[in-house]
């Protein structure tokens, strides 16, 4: 007879959490609209539109080149320009370098970047330089530097300071100490995160171009937009192979370089 | 009979760092040419159409933080943005768990199943959230729905392979102990693998509902309703004094969600301690 007791009063302890936990669940289900009946009429109309889709138009093919490769410049454009400013930003950023007031605002500025998502930003900025692949850049740009930024700078916090120490008992300034002591020790991990960046914002390049950047984003949009399905899913195998193509290549150039580092 | 002095040959011989850093140097210089050229960008635009940005700030402040009692519908979709991210979180981490476990190479039941879904899950990784999300518009219909169930999509190829990796690495010592004492296939998953992946497992659900909520905010523009919706439409009519205060309500809402996240992960960290 004890067996119900003591099964319980075992689990009575998970009750409370676990209805709070159903109840929310619930309540963001009725928020989100959520809908079996939805659900079971999108998946039969989704069987139905794979007709559309299929084939593919591989005649559009050519024409989603060009596109394919303004979505992976606006990366590479802002990849690079992106770490070099979260250098900037790091150092300005690190307690061990820059001034307490200095550091605080960096900190909060790169914060701040990071709360936006890149999308918001370029709403913003296409408001301001009008629609493109400038727009597109930007945006990327702050948004690389508020992920880089700080990684950067919680890196130089971390450098150390016995280097630091040494370079500045041999009458270095302040600059050749950030050359020749600090910058060194985190070099390695700021191009294995910029290569990890760049991945992200090859991402973020095929979204931004749905809202205006251009590229393949765009060609995607307005392929549905006109109802030309077929011309679609070029569209999207070509990002989808864009993705993939940039998530193989940073991996291997990562491996190669910790192989590199290896050596030394 | 002379000897002529031993010539040493003196070739000039850059080091290797030299060359490497040459080698770089010209590589980013031409690629990011091409790049510039290739999108026609002139990257003193900035500079010059700087006043752009003056003109458009100016027309933002100050925000329009009326806004935020005046109309109501704000908050609602304030809500509806963190239960869209709340619920593919989720939902995606449930239905992940289920592909890992036929994904891993110790728990698959069959190889044929292993290597379909892994070649489902890659899928899902590459495809870029916003094709999703236009497919799914047409399927079920401009809404939260769409929205919440292509973030879904998102987090099933993100999770998959990271649980079925945690799954990969579980120590076989308690599975094979489990196992002799007579316990059912399930029973190992419960007593064994469960108890092994289950942190690995809480730490990605709070990363993942940390991407999602920024996703969902993001999604909204395109149709999935919630507050980037709202900013979209604030923008299109060239509101930007309501643009700026939606944003301001975006960045209060991120950071705390934030904080909420890491002080309920604290707390479950802190009940897994207890219990061991």
Redesign the interface.
């Known amino acids: 007879m004890d067996w119900g007791d003591v099964n319980l009063r075992r689990y009575s302890k998970h009750a409370k959490p676990v209805l709070v936990f159903a109840l929310?669940?619930l309540?963001?289900?009725w928020?989100?609209?959520?809908?079996l009946a939805?659900?079971a009429?999108?998946?039969r109309?989704?069987l139905m539109?794979i007709n559309l889709f299929f084939p593919p138009d591989w005649q559009a093919f050519a024409r989603m080149v060009q596109p394919a490769?303004?979505t992976v410049?606006?990366a590479?454009?802002a990849t690079?320009i992106g770490a070099v400013c979260a250098v900037v930003f790091g150092l300005a950023g690190a307690s061990n370098i820059a001034p307490r007031w200095l550091r605080f605002t960096t900190r909060s500025l790169i914060?701040?970047e990071r709360?936006?998502?890149?999308?918001?930003l370029l709403?913003?900025l296409v408001?301001?330089?009008g629609m493109?692949?400038?727009a597109g850049?930007?945006a990327l740009v702050i948004g690389s530097i508020g992920m880089l930024g700080k990684l950067v700078a919680d890196a130089i916090e971390e450098i150390d300071a016995r280097t630091v120490d040494s370079v500045e008992c041999v009458g270095a300034t302040r600059a050749q100490v950030i050359r020749y002591a600090v910058l060194p020790q985190v070099f390695p991990s700021l191009v294995a995160n910029t290569m990890f960046r760049f991945e992200v914002n090859i991402?973020a390049s095929?979204?931004l171009g749905?809202?205006g950047a251009?590229g393949i984003?765009y060609e995607?949009?307005v392929a549905?937009n006109q109802l030309e399905y077929r011309k679609?899913t070029v569209a999207?195998i070509v990002?989808?192979a864009l993705?993939?193509l940039a998530?193989r290549g940073s991996d291997i150039l990562r491996s190669r370089m910790v192989a590199a580092e290896r050596l030394q | 009979m002379s000897t002529a002095p031993l010539q040493v040959p003196q070739t000039v011989m850059p080091s290797v760092i030299f060359r490497r850093r040459t080698v770089t140097i010209v590589a980013g210089v031409s690629i990011t040419g091409v790049a510039l050229a290739m999108l026609s960008v002139n990257p003193f635009e900035f500079i010059r159409d700087f006043h752009f940005v003056v003109n458009l700030v100016s027309q933002m402040l100050p925000p329009n933080l009326e806004l935020l009692w005046r109309k109501t519908s704000i908050w609602s979709s304030l809500v509806q943005t963190v239960a869209m991210a709340f619920l593919a979180t989720l939902g995606g981490a449930a239905i992940a768990f289920l592909f890992a476990l036929l994904a891993a190479t110790n728990t698959t039941p069959s190889q044929v199943a292993r290597f379909a879904v892994r070649l489902i899950l890659t899928t899902e990784r590459c495809t870029p959230n916003i094709v999703v999300l236009l497919v799914l518009l047409i399927a079920v219909g401009i809404g939260p729905f769409a929205a919440m169930l292509s973030l879904l999509v998102g987090s099933i190829g993100m999770f998959g392979k990271l649980f079925a990796d945690a799954i990969e690495q579980v120590d076989i010592g308690p599975v094979e102990s489990t196992a002799a004492s007579g316990a059912s296939r399930l029973q190992i998953l419960r007593y064994a693998v469960l108890p092994q992946v289950a942190p690995s497992i809480v730490a990605n659900v709070f990363y993942a509902f940390d991407v999602n909520l920024r996703a969902a905010v993001a999604l909204g523009v395109f149709g999935g309703g919630g507050i980037g919706f709202e900013l979209n439409v604030a923008r299109s009519v060239l509101r930007y004094r309501d643009m700026l205060a939606c944003l301001l309500v975006i960045i209060v809402m991120i950071n705390l969600m934030e904080r909420i996240a890491d002080h309920v992960r604290r707390r479950i960290f802190a009940l897994e301690t207890e219990l061991k």
């Open positions: 929310l669940v309540f963001a289900a928020e989100c609209e959520v809908s939805d659900l009429n999108g998946l109309k989704g539109m490769l303004a410049a606006v590479a454009l690079p914060a701040l709360g936006i998502p890149e999308i918001v709403l913003i408001a301001a330089f493109g692949a400038f850049v930007i991402r095929v979204l749905a809202v251009g984003g995607l949009t549905i679609a999207a990002s989808l993705v993939f998530e």
